[in-house]
């Protein structure tokens, strides 16, 4: 059996190229999309109930960067800290994740595209 040992600098090359494959979220395509789905129904003025109780408005990007009257939900490049991908991923707390209820429940891969989707900045692409 052969092992092989790289030095750190093409450990380093070969993540670096992994990295730039990586396919690029667009708001307008991937992420609205999940958002209309599954967060409009509570999060739309003027009726909808998380509208009513947090002011925030997911139905465009440009009301989505406002967050809420208590803050941002989402910090661009920073899925650990935004809010939304708290809420969305249950880190919060089971009572607390979003969207409340099964059946609007986002799937694992919805919650991954919304994390790379900040973690690449949350652009409005």
């Not at 208590?70 to 991908?85: E, L």
């Not at 209820?101 to 919650?111: P, Q, R, V």
Request: with cysteine.
């Amino acid at each position: 059996m052969t092992v092989m040992i790289y030095p750190p600098a093409l450990l380093f090359i070969l993540s670096a190229s992994s990295c730039s494959t990586q396919q690029v979220i667009s708001f307008q395509n991937d992420i609205d999309p999940i958002l209309s789905e599954k967060c409009l129904r509570c999060h739309k003025p003027p009726d909808g109930i998380g509208y009513i109780r947090t002011g925030l408005d997911m139905e465009t990007y440009d009301t989505l960067m406002k967050g809420t009257i208590f803050g941002t939900v989402i910090v661009p490049g920073d899925s650990k800290r935004s809010v939304i991908n708290k809420l969305t991923e249950g880190r919060a707390g089971e009572l607390m994740k979003m969207p409340h209820g099964d059946a609007n429940k986002l799937t694992m891969d919805e919650i991954k595209l919304l994390q790379l989707w900040v973690n690449q900045g949350a652009l409005n692409n």
